[in-house]
């Protein structure tokens, strides 16, 4: 059985609730349910995060993260839905094999909220157009 325990659940060793299964992805219900329908969509192959995805793999994950985003809604009728994808262990990540949370929103008590400080003031315009050129020097390479 493989250390990672999504790889186990994509092999059918470890038990899931399967909800959506392709050539490439897996769905399932995540056990915690933060939400009704709580959902996670996984590449099948082992990759860590985003930075290690290939973009193969991203199309056809998003493409699944979209069919059974589209399923939860007609099936629980929720008022919106938030996909979360936490990178490392700083934002979150609990298991490090790649995974898309969906999260279908009923009301501001449903279980779910992402703290969401507001720090815009503290940046001026010369700071911003400083990170501006960081990050352009990065894309263009
Ligand atoms: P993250 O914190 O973004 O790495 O999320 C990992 C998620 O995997 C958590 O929400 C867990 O509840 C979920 N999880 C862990 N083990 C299982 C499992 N065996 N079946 C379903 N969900 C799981
Ligand atoms: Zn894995």
């Given amino acids: 059985m493989s250390s990672c325990i999504f790889c186990s659940i994509v092999a059918g060793d470890i038990p899931s609730k399967k909800i959506y299964e392709d050539e490439h992805t897996y769905a399932f219900f995540d056990i915690s349910q933060v939400t009704k329908g709580h959902a996670l969509v996984i590449p099948k192959h082992h990759h860590e995060n985003l930075f290690d995805l290939p973009e193969s793999e991203l199309t056809s994950v998003y493409q699944s993260v979209q069919k059974v985003a589209h399923a939860l809604k ?10 979360v994808n936490n990178n490392g262990q700083a934002a979150g990540q609990t298991v490090f094999h790649y995974h898309v949370h ?13 703290k ?4 815009g003031s503290e940046y001026t315009e010369e700071k911003f157009e400083e990170m501006r050129v960081d990050v352009l020097k990065k894309l263009s390479n």
């Fill in 116 to 119: 969401w400080e507001e720090h």
């Fill in 102 to 114: 969906l999260i279908p929103r009923y009301d501001v008590t449903d279980g779910f909220g992402a």
């Fill in 74 to 83: 007609e099936a629980f009728s929720p008022a919106g839905l938030n996909l």
